[in-house]
């Protein structure tokens, strides 16, 4: 590089914070994203489709290539590399699960929304279903110990849906989405069986609590417990760790709660429509 670029450079290197010197080696976005593909493939062949590799082939690779992602994701986070094989091979055992898992969230989605006319157009066309599988994958992997991978995989879902689920929320089965976009579900929320957000709902935290010099305290239950067999529509927001949704419960649109609900609550937003009149007399 000539003596401008070798300065531009130094500045850049002066700038930057110490801690955000990576190694050589570190959990790579572009990688993690082809083990969702190969996830993808081995679960739904047909479906999915990632360099012409059999379901077999996919499996073979996405041992090898999780084994490496993992090693370097341990070594960044300062934690036993060795533990890759172990995380491996126990994400491997559950995929089972996973599809199963996967299997209700589809006919949840199917039998919740009146335009799905098959299973096959949840799988290949609803983004609350592809947000969903790969918070499946993520959580399982965040259960296991595996530190950034499975939050890289649920971001990646977000950037292309709008959902924004943290891959350490508890999500029972028969999970649907419906529409999607600016759905938040945080860390710590336990969302229970047969349970249908619309768009824009959060399930989330209040203020952080501060210690003595002002940091956020991290950490602790933050984020709502969900009930079974509970609906929550669009844009409505439930906060705080203490807060529970009872079973059996109905949150209407546009609704803000920080306390819990007893099972079998419907709860409604309500509000005052007024009509604006211009000086000419025509409603606005």
């Known amino acids: 590089m000539d003596d401008s670029l070798n300065r531009i450079m130094e500045e850049i290197r002066r700038a930057r914070k110490n801690d955000l010197n990576a190694p050589k080696r570190i959990s790579d976005r572009t990688r993690v994203v082809s083990l969702i593909k190969k996830i993808q493939v081995v679960l739904l062949p047909g479906y999915y489709h990632y360099n012409d590799l059999s379901a077999e082939q996919a499996l073979t690779e996405l041992k090898e290539d999780l084994r490496g992602e993992l090693s370097a994701a341990l070594c960044f986070s300062g934690k036993n590399m060795m533990k890759a094989e172990e995380i491996t091979n126990g994400f491997l055992e559950r995929l089972g699960h996973i599809m199963r898992m996967m299997d209700t969230d589809i006919q949840a989605i199917y039998e919740?929304?009146?335009?799905?006319?098959?299973?096959a157009e949840v799988i290949l066309c609803y983004p609350g279903f592809y947000a969903i599988s790969i918070y499946r994958f993520a959580h399982e992997l965040y259960e296991l110990g595996a530190p950034y991978i499975p939050?890289?995989?649920?971001?990646?879902?977000?950037?292309?849906?709008?959902?924004?689920?943290?891959?350490?929320?508890?999500?029972?089965?028969?999970?649907?989405i419906d529409h999607g976009t600016g759905i938040v579900i945080g860390e710590t929320a336990v969302i229970g069986n047969h349970v249908k957000l619309y768009q824009g709902v959060t399930i989330g935290a209040k203020s952080f609590e501060k210690d003595e010099d002002g940091n956020p305290v991290k950490g602790g239950k933050r984020h709502p417990n969900i009930?079974?067999?509970?609906?929550?529509?669009?844009n409505a927001t439930i906060l705080g760790g203490d807060t529970t949704i009872g079973d059996n419960c109905v949150v209407g649109g546009n609704v803000w709660l920080i306390d819990s609900l007893e099972p079998g609550s419907t709860v409604i937003h309500e509000r005052e429509d007024k009509i604006l009149t211009s000086k000419s007399g025509s409603n606005l």
Not at 151 to 176: L, Q, S, V
Not at 227 to 234: D, E, K, L, S
């Open 112 to 119: 919740g929304d009146p335009a799905a006319k098959s299973r």
């Open 151 to 176: 939050r890289i995989m649920t971001e990646y879902a977000h950037e292309k849906t709008g959902i924004d689920i943290n891959p350490g929320a508890k999500i029972g089965e028969y999970f649907c």
């Open 227 to 234: 009930g079974n067999n509970v609906v929550i529509y669009a």
